[in-house]
């Protein structure tokens, strides 16, 4: 079993920065893929950003420019940093981890942007 805990959710002002990090823990090995994904009010869950075990990242459309991932392998963490935050961006941000090809999800951590 893979345990994710997460953190550094709450509430931002717009235009500030928010970091989010989330440490691994359990039957792990090697992980493959480490990153967040989000899920605002009645829309899907979608990809905010991700880093491989080889370092290369990718992220959803609405955080390019405004994004920075990274990860410990030691540690076994991944943080990433979202910048000039809009409101648009309140959602439950959830870790999410590949082990051995199989997913795992954190339960979730609340950002919320006022205006």
């Known amino acids: 079993q893979v345990q994710l805990a997460e953190s550094g959710g709450g509430l931002v002002q717009a235009g500030e920065s928010l970091t989010l990090s989330c440490a691994a823990s359990?039957?792990?090995?090697?992980?493959?893929?480490m990153g967040w994904y989000r899920q605002a009010p009645g829309k899907q869950r979608e990809l905010v950003a991700e880093?491989?075990?080889?370092?290369?990242?990718n992220s959803g459309y609405s955080v390019k420019g405004r994004y920075a991932i990274s990860r410990d392998d030691v540690r076994d963490t991944v943080s990433v940093t979202l910048s000039r935050l809009k409101p648009e961006d309140t959602a439950v941000y959830y870790c999410?981890?590949?082990?051995?090809?199989?997913?795992?999800w954190g339960k979730g951590t609340l950002v919320t942007v006022s205006s």
């Open positions: 359990g039957d792990l090995g090697s992980i493959d893929a």
């Open positions: 999410h981890v590949v082990v051995r090809s199989r997913d795992y």
């Open positions: 880093i491989t075990s080889g370092g290369r990242t």
